[in-house]
């Protein structure tokens, strides 16, 4: 019905594209205000019940409270240790990409209360490739470095990560990592890289680099080799970076197998993980 009858957005990806996008920079806001209006579509249509309250210190564990997501894309780690009730939760959820269901993870840049459960997350959900959008805040106390510049750390006593080389780019730099995952035998060892964007100013509200910039980085990331794991989005808030980013590259990903630009869609896609991805009309 809302094919039928609904105000169409998808364009083909022929010579009268760049044409086309400058009558449809016109639409912008309407076509904001409807991804308004239709949210509640998107809620009814998700059988599952909404993700259970968070205890007082979990809460504390996301640098801004206010953005808690109550989704059943909110992620659980194993408890580490067991008996540790408030382990199994980091401030992260799943984001579905355009071939694949849960093809993201987004978080916040890790506080110095949750690095060790940032990097059980990276170990246990098999990750080996983390996009950092924006650099830690060096006037922000709850804001902490992921990994050194060189040598080895250990951020929980049964991961060992070594750091293999460091490639500074023109908008980004890449770290390999070597993680040995001890928690069972014999033990495991994966490569991880962390792609860092440079060009994103640190702290909340900050305004997002050129278009270039962000398409350049999305396109270095598409060049990285990896496994069945998500890829891993961080930014400072969770948020305002991540929601970018993801519909971003929802819609570069579907231009390039369907031959079909959308925004509206990009943007209600990555918005069933999170409602708040993609909330103002300067990031739309």
Not at 131 to 151: E, F, K, R, V, Y
Not at 207 to 221: D, E, K, L, N
Request: hydrophobic fraction near 35%.
């Amino acid at each position: 019905m809302e094919c039928l009858l609904s105000m169409p957005t998808t364009l083909p990806c022929n010579k009268m594209l760049s044409k086309q996008i400058q009558e449809l920079i016109k639409q912008l806001p309407e076509q904001q205000q409807r991804l308004q209006n239709t949210a509640w579509q998107d809620e009814a249509l998700q059988p599952i019940p909404l993700a259970p309250p968070l205890s007082e210190c979990n809460r504390k564990k996301n640098r801004f409270p206010e953005l808690i997501s109550d989704k059943i894309s909110r992620i659980y780690l194993t408890r580490y240790p067991a008996s540790d009730e408030d382990s199994d939760y980091l401030s992260a959820v799943y984001v579905d990409g355009v071939k694949l269901q849960k093809q993201y993870l987004a978080t916040q840049l890790p506080m110095p209360s949750t690095i060790s459960d940032f990097w059980r997350m990276v170990a246990e959900f098999k990750v080996e490739l983390i996009l950092m959008l924006q650099l830690p805040d060096p006037q922000d106390p709850t804001c902490c470095g992921i990994a050194p510049a060189s040598g080895e750390f250990k951020p929980t006593p049964y991961l060992n990560i070594t750091v293999k080389e460091i490639v500074e780019l023109k908008y980004h730099t890449s770290q390999k990592l070597l993680l040995v995952d001890n928690s069972e035998k014999p033990s495991r060892d994966r490569s991880v890289t962390i792609l860092r964007l440079t060009e994103w100013e640190p702290g909340r509200n900050q305004p997002p680099p050129s278009v270039i910039t962000m398409v350049m980085f999305w396109q270095a990331a598409e060049r990285i080799a990896r496994g069945d794991g998500p890829t891993v989005t961080i930014c400072h808030d969770g948020v305002t970076g991540c929601g970018l980013y993801l519909a971003l590259s929802f819609l570069l990903e579907r231009m390039a197998v369907e031959k079909e630009f959308d925004v509206y869609s990009a943007v209600r896609a990555v918005r069933r993980s999170r409602p708040d991805f993609v909330e103002s009309l300067v990031i739309y």
